[in-house]
């Protein structure tokens, strides 16, 4: 059985939109794009350098147009050639013929049994993330030290007890969170001492 492994960067109010340019996805109105750029020196290469192998990119409609039209086309990023080699299974009902190499549409109901075969990794994709919580096993957060106030918020108005499994703070002060599913599942009410 394969496990599904979020990575995502956030702000400090769960924002998650635009994080790599200023053009990236300026939806109602965000105007905030590439705000993840001046802090990630260090901190998807230590993501990506923990040396776990995954056997596909599972990607939203959006984050996958938006991949395809980038990466392909940075010859001189060390990310560029690792990307285009991945299989890649975008959620789509809409894409037909994707041209970027190793590309493969599915629907939702393809995810359980893709999950069987392959370690997966989500990036981005936020839609995506919110549609299938209870198939995540894993969510590593690169939350980025500053409020954006607006954008697409990664888990938006669902519910779901995390658990912190790791935390390593990066040079710019990003700190990489992985969570696992599960933990604290009820309101906790705090009591506040009476003053006497």
Not at 108 to 120: G, R, S
């Amino acid at each position: 059985m394969g496990e599904i492994t979020v990575v995502c960067n956030v702000s400090l109010d769960g924002v998650m939109q635009a994080p790599g340019r200023p053009d990236e996805d300026p939806r109602d109105g965000f105007r905030h794009g590439g705000w993840a750029t001046p802090y990630s020196q260090d901190a998807m290469g230590r993501v990506l350098g923990r040396g776990r192998r995954f056997g596909g990119m599972l990607l939203g409609r959006r984050t996958y147009d938006d991949f395809a039209g980038f990466w392909p086309n940075q010859p001189d990023n060390p990310y560029t050639e690792a990307l285009n080699n991945q299989q890649k299974y975008v959620v789509s009902s809409t894409l037909t013929n994707p041209a970027w190499s190793n590309s493969h549409v599915i629907t939702v109901d393809d995810i359980p049994k893709l999950k069987t075969e392959h370690d997966l990794i989500v990036l981005g994709s936020g839609h995506l993330i919110r549609s299938i919580p209870d198939l995540i096993d894993r969510y590593i957060l690169l939350i980025h030290p500053l409020t954006l106030g607006s954008g697409q918020q990664l888990f938006g108005d669902l519910h779901q007890p995390l658990t912190l499994e790791d935390s390593e703070t990066t040079t710019t002060g990003v700190v990489i969170n992985t969570y696992s599913p599960g933990g604290v599942s009820q309101h906790l009410d705090f009591v506040v001492p009476a003053q006497g």
